[in-house]
């Protein structure tokens, strides 16, 4: 925790540093990407940490490749015992069926064909962060943004800890969203919608940006995005069962760091409050849709950002999916949200210390305070702007 603080701090002063210099010699940036990747290779070779949903991605990947379902199969059946391993033995909630979507499941049965091991995992999510940072580049040139910008990716502290050290299917979803952002703004529309669909696959959260494509692509390009996202579904369909798996538990039990959606389902049922949670987005990417007909990132990343918020779990590595998108001012305070959600880490050590598995308050109070006290200053410095130019036009 100590050590994670710290790189939260320094990480800050260097955005900081982003913002208030035009500029950096590109040596700067070539030796920043360097120490990324520095960082990356250490936290490659130890083991997953206390979030270790890798061991089942693994098991996933595993049991399909022996024509299973992982939507029906529950890992700790005594009947199933000859088909772990000794790094799936170990994985989280091993009475409950897998709850991620076809689109994930398919990338798992590709990674455990190619080799059955968390180590081959966590490579092929590190092969994509590359990725996420070359298209940054790629990106931030044609914007005609200096490429000082790509650091306040790369140098955060999640990705490093997330998709090196843990290992987390998000980072697939975040770089299959980029490149859809990417062929919106080249036009390239049965592309963006392709990689639309398959980033929803990977997980449910992208869904809230579909107002973005709204007249941006044909409705042949939104038919082919249902079909990335639906076809994955097929081979688990002759099961006979609905291939939903745990999900329905993980919305009504699996709570965690979710102080609005734990105030809201006091007055009504957790299923309202987190379909309330998808509405929310909705409604932030409709605004954002039309307020400009140019696709930007703070509209890809501020949709995500608000369902996240009423969501009933907020893990750190879902933050991942707002990374790519974080370059400029305005998204400060999910920049700052990706720093000030780092002590949540202190709960998985919680008991072992024979305390319950619950965020303390001085840590929601320290993650989500410092959230509003950033936008909040951002509010007020714009409003003081816009007034000072009213005064001087008037």
Request: aromatic residues 14%; glycine residues 4%; hydrophobic residues 55%.
């Amino acid at each position: 925790m100590a050590f994670l603080v710290a790189a939260g701090i320094l990480y800050l002063l260097a955005v900081r540093e982003f913002f208030a210099t035009p500029a950096f010699p590109r040596r700067v940036v070539v030796i920043g990407l360097a120490l990324a990747a520095l960082w990356h290779i250490e936290f490659l070779q130890v083991p997953p940490g206390v979030d270790d949903d890798i061991h089942r991605y693994l098991w996933d990947g595993r049991v399909q490749r022996f024509g299973f379902s992982p939507y029906i199969l529950v890992p700790n059946d005594p009947a199933l015992a000859a088909l772990h391993t000794s790094e799936t033995r170990n994985l989280n909630h091993p009475d409950l069926p897998s709850p991620y979507p076809a689109g994930a499941q398919l990338f798992f049965r590709a990674i455990t064909s190619i080799h059955e091991s968390i180590l081959a995992f966590k490579v092929a999510f590190l092969i994509c962060d590359i990725a996420i940072v070359f298209m940054l580049l790629d990106l931030l040139r044609r914007s005609r943004q200096e490429a000082h910008w790509v650091l306040v990716y790369a140098w955060n502290p999640l990705l490093a800890t997330e998709v090196a050290g843990s290992g987390h299917i998000d980072i697939v979803g975040a770089l299959l969203l980029l490149v859809s952002f990417a062929a919106l703004l080249r036009r390239w529309r049965a592309i963006a919608a392709l990689t639309f669909g398959l980033a929803v696959g990977v997980k449910f959260l992208p869904i809230v940006l579909v107002p973005l494509y709204w007249n941006r692509i044909r409705w042949r390009d939104g038919a082919l995005s249902a079909a990335a996202f639906a076809l994955p579904y097929i081979p688990f369909l002759k099961h006979g069962q609905m291939p939903i798996g745990s999900l329905g538990t993980y919305v009504h039990s699996f709570w965690f760091n979710d102080p609005v959606f734990a105030t809201l389902t006091r007055i009504a049922p957790p299923e309202l409050v987190a379909a309330l949670a998808v509405v929310v987005g909705f409604l932030v990417a409709i605004w954002f849709r039309k307020r400009s007909e140019a696709s930007s990132s703070d509209e890809f990343a501020w949709p995500m950002a608000a369902s996240l918020l009423c969501a009933p779990v907020v893990y750190p590595w879902y933050l991942l999916w707002l990374l790519p998108f974080l370059r400029s001012r305005s998204a400060l305070p999910m920049i700052i949200w990706t720093v000030s959600i780092l002590p949540t880490y202190f709960v998985w050590h919680l008991p072992a210390l024979g305390r319950p598995w619950i965020v303390p308050g001085w840590i929601l109070l320290l993650e989500y305070g410092s959230v509003v006290v950033t936008a909040a200053v951002i509010w007020l410095r714009r409003v003081r702007t816009l007034a000072h130019a009213d005064a001087i036009s008037d």
